[in-house]
C-alpha cells in the first residue's frame, strides 16, 4: 500500500537550518510530482514547495522563497525539504503531499506530518 513516512522534526533556534525527509513506497515514486505543506495552530494547511515527477522545475511560496530547498533522490523514492534561516513564523507541522489522479482514480497520500518548531 502507499506510504509517505516522514523523518523526525525538531527544535531549532532562529537562524538554524533542518532537513526534512519523506521516504515513499507503494507506488512509483518517480511518476508522481510532491508537495511539502505546513500547517500552524489556526491557519490553514499552506504548500510550502513542489517539484515536479523528475525534480526539473520546483515552485516556492514566497514566505519561503530563498531559504528552503526543495529536491528529491528518486532512486531513493525520497523527498526532501531543507530549510534554512529559519524564522519563528516557519513553526508549523509539515507534510509530505503525493497528488491523485483523477483519470485512473487515485487518491491523494498525506505523511504523518513533522513538527517543527523554531524558537526566537
Known amino acids: 500500500q502507499v506510504r509517505l513516512v516522514q523523518s523526525e522534526g525538531g527544535l531549532v533556534q532562529s537562524g538554524g537550518s533542518l532537513r526534512l525527509a519523506c521516504v515513499a513506497s507503494?507506488?512509483?515514486?518517480?511518476?508522481?510530482?510532491m508537495t511539502w505543506y505546513r500547517q500552524s495552530p489556526g491557519k490553514e494547511r499552506e504548500a510550502v514547495a513542489d517539484?515536479?515527477?523528475?525534480?526539473?522545475?520546483?515552485h516556492y511560496a514566497d514566505s519561503v522563497k530563498g531559504r528552503f530547498i526543495i529536491s528529491r533522490d528518486n532512486s531513493k523514492s525520497t523527498l526532501y525539504l531543507q530549510m534554512n534561516d529559519l524564522k519563528p513564523e516557519d513553526t508549523a507541522m509539515y507534510y509530505c503531499?503525493?497528488?491523485?489522479?483523477?483519470?485512473?482514480?487515485?487518491?491523494?497520500?498525506w505523511g504523518q506530518g513533522t513538527q517543527v518548531t523554531v524558537s526566537s
Open positions: 503531499k503525493r497528488p491523485g489522479r483523477q483519470l485512473s482514480r487515485e487518491m491523494e497520500y
Open positions: 507503494g507506488f512509483t515514486f518517480s511518476d508522481y510530482p
Open positions: 517539484i515536479s515527477s523528475a525534480g526539473s522545475t520546483v
